[in-house]
């Protein structure tokens, strides 16, 4: 239905900034919650910002809040993640997430998305 493809990782010191992108290709783009995760060496993946179908809604960990900003651009099918003050421990893969099916909700449960990109390296030097 959906292909992702993240890009924008890289090294950053800490206390820097970072923009992921998410591209999306196929059909109804507007149609998908969206969803940004991460996984650390050692560490379960997990939530960090979610989107609905819209833009209108959106929700964020506590570990990034008021850190990171999601957005989304429809007509370019693609989804964005503004890292900035990044710190150490927001080393990891991050991956976005797709979802057809939550109407004009959004998810923070990664068990609920059923399409994911192959994920972004961001790595925070101290």
């Known amino acids: 239905q959906v292909q992702l493809v993240e890009s924008g990782g890289g090294l950053v010191q800490a206390g820097g900034s970072l923009r992921l992108s998410c591209a999306a290709s196929g059909r109804s783009f507007s149609n998908y919650a969206m969803g940004w995760f991460r996984q650390a060496p050692g560490r379960g993946r997990e939530i960090v910002t979610a989107?609905?179908?819209?833009?209108?809604?959106?929700y964020y960990a506590d570990s990034v809040k008021g850190r990171f900003t999601v957005s989304r651009d429809n007509a370019k099918s693609a989804v964005y993640l503004q890292m900035n003050s990044l710190k150490p421990e927001d080393t990891a893969v991050y991956y976005c997430?797709?979802?057809?099916?939550?109407?004009?909700?959004?998810?923070?449960?990664?068990?609920?998305?059923?399409?994911w990109g192959q994920g972004t390296q961001v790595t925070v030097s101290s």
């Open positions: 997430a797709a979802d057809r099916n939550l109407g004009d909700s959004v998810s923070l449960n990664l068990n609920q998305y059923d399409y």
């Open positions: 989107i609905n179908r819209s833009g209108g809604s959106t």
